[in-house]
C-alpha cells in the first residue's frame, strides 16, 4: 500500500517537472500559462495529498485559475511576434534556459543518490477541520481568507483595466 502511495507521488512529481520545463522551454506564451496551470494543478494534487487541503483551495483558487486568467487576458492582449521575432525568442530562450532538462536530470540523480535525513515535524490536523473547512477558514485562517480575497480583487482589476486600455487604443 505505501509503495503505491509513493509511485503516485512520484508520478505526479514526474509531471509536474516536465510541465514546469514545458512551460519555460516552450515558444507559446499561451503554452506557457498552460503549463504553469498544470503545474499549479499538480502542486495542487500533492498539497492535497499531503493533508493541507487549505493550501490546496488556495493554490487551485490562485494560482490554478485566478493567475493563469490574468496570463490568458494578457497574452491576447499583446501583439503577437513575427517569425523572426520568434526564432530570435527561441535562440535567447535555448541560449538561456538549454542547460536546464540536464541539470534536473542531474540534479534528481543526486538527490535520489543522497539520503536526506530531516527532522520536519507536520503539526497533527485537529479534528474540527478535518469536519468544517468553513470553521477553519473563517474562523483559523482569516488573515489568509483577507489575502486571498485581495488577490482576487486586484486580479479582476488588472484585467478590466487591461481591457479598458485595450478598448480605448481601438478607440
Do not use: H
Amino acid at each position: 500500500m505505501m509503495t503505491s502511495y509513493i509511485s503516485i507521488d512520484s508520478g505526479l512529481l514526474v509531471i509536474m517537472i516536465v510541465a514546469a520545463l514545458w512551460t519555460v522551454m516552450g515558444r507559446s506564451l499561451l503554452k506557457a500559462a498552460i503549463g504553469l496551470a498544470v503545474t499549479s494543478a499538480v502542486i495542487t494534487i500533492l498539497m492535497f495529498r499531503l493533508n493541507s487541503p487549505l493550501a490546496a483551495v488556495f493554490e487551485l483558487s490562485v494560482c490554478t485559475g485566478l493567475i493563469t486568467v490574468v496570463f490568458v487576458s494578457t497574452i491576447s492582449l499583446t501583439k503577437p511576434l513575427t517569425n523572426k521575432e520568434i526564432v530570435e525568442s527561441s535562440k535567447e530562450r535555448n541560449k538561456r534556459f538549454g542547460y536546464l532538462p540536464i541539470l534536473m536530470i542531474i540534479t534528481s540523480i543526486v538527490l535520489t543518490l543522497i539520503k536526506i535525513k530531516s527532522n520536519i515535524t507536520v503539526p497533527p490536523v485537529t479534528e474540527g477541520a478535518l469536519k468544517d473547512v468553513r470553521y477553519v477558514m473563517w474562523n483559523m485562517r482569516q488573515l489568509d481568507m483577507i489575502g486571498q480575497i485581495i488577490v482576487v480583487i486586484i486580479g479582476a482589476l488588472g484585467v478590466v483595466i487591461l481591457f479598458e486600455e485595450r478598448r480605448r487604443d481601438e478607440w
